[in-house]
């Protein structure tokens, strides 16, 4: 009986702690080498047309989760279990690559995440030629 009793403490315990890891180490999956691979279109020429029309969608279709400093706390940030992430960490966009941003948002986050698809068809439906100058957007306003 105490056996039992303790072995399911122990089994309770370790599921417990194995759930609390989890939620601390959520990653943002890596794109497929394809996606890696590509060339954003508009690196190095961001022209100010191209960064005014980005930012205006920018502010329609992210701002409220990304924030407009591009930070990770929009005004609905606080209601996501899984938070954005802070673009302007020092580094932070210098470590990856245009490819995998754009397909983060073309194709949307991890399941649990509430970053959904933005590219052709989705609600949302954004051309992919926009898609890349979002992600311009974003490497030009907010590296760090
Ligand atoms: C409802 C909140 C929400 C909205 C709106 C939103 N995002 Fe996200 N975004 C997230 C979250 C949360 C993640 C992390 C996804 C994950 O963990 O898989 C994310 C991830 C990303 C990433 C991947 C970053 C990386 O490090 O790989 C990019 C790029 C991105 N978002 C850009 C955008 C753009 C551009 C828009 C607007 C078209 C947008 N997001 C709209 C919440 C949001």
Redesign the pocket.
């Given at each position: 009986m105490k056996i039992t009793y303790l072995l399911s403490t122990v089994f309770a315990l370790s599921f417990f702690s194995a759930t609390m890891v989890n939620a601390g180490e959520?990653e943002?999956?890596t794109a497929p080498d394809e996606y890696l691979k590509m060339e954003n279109p508009y690196a190095g020429e961001a022209d100010e047309d191209l960064l005014k029309s980005a930012g205006k969608l920018?502010k329609r279709?992210?701002k409220?989760?990304?924030g407009s400093k591009g930070d990770g706390k929009g005004s609905?940030a606080a209601d996501?279990e899984?938070?954005?992430?802070d673009f302007t960490e020092p580094g932070y966009l210098a470590g990856?690559k245009d490819g995998?941003?754009y397909w983060?948002?073309l194709k949307g986050?991890?399941e649990e995440?509430?970053?959904e698809a933005?590219g052709p068809g989705t609600d949302?439906n954004i051309s992919e030629d926009d898609l890349w100058k979002?992600v311009t957007y974003?490497r030009v306003n907010f590296s760090k």
């Open positions: 959520h943002i999956p920018y279709k992210c409220k989760c990304h609905s996501l899984i938070k954005p992430p990856i995998q941003l983060v948002l986050g991890s995440a509430e970053m933005y949302a979002l974003i």
